[in-house]
């Protein structure tokens, strides 16, 4: 997922049932300027805040939300019955949508 300012972009990973990662990517050096740790699972999608302070990612039943800068998870979101394949981030910010294995969608409210 690119940032709004055009300068970074996110990738994920983990695969073989091992514990996925985000990483944060300086497009203007190559340099991974941030890893994001937590998930027990691998790591399916990923979607940049409008503000580029945060990022969610969606994993096994669950979604994390991350403050880019600190790296720290700000927020677990639990709902889902299997991997969640999809995320974005609605234009204001405040809901994430979600989209899963479990043939759901989804729409949480970040801002609470």
Known sequence: AVFPDGR?????DGGGNTPGRLKVWDLATGECVATL???SLDV???AVFPDGRRVVSG???ELKVWDVE??????????HSLDVYGVAVFP?????VSGSEDETLKVW????
Not at 8 to 12: I, Q
Not at 70 to 79: Q, S
Not at 92 to 96: L, S, T
């Open 44 to 46: 399916y999608g990923v």
């Open 59 to 61: 994993s096994w039943k």
């Open 37 to 39: 740790e937590g998930h």
């Open 109 to 112: 409210d970040v801002e609470t």
């Open 8 to 12: 970074r972009v996110v990738s994920c």
């Open 92 to 96: 204001d910010g405040r809901r994430v």
């Open 70 to 79: 600190t790296g720290k998870c700000v927020a677990t979101l639990e709902g």
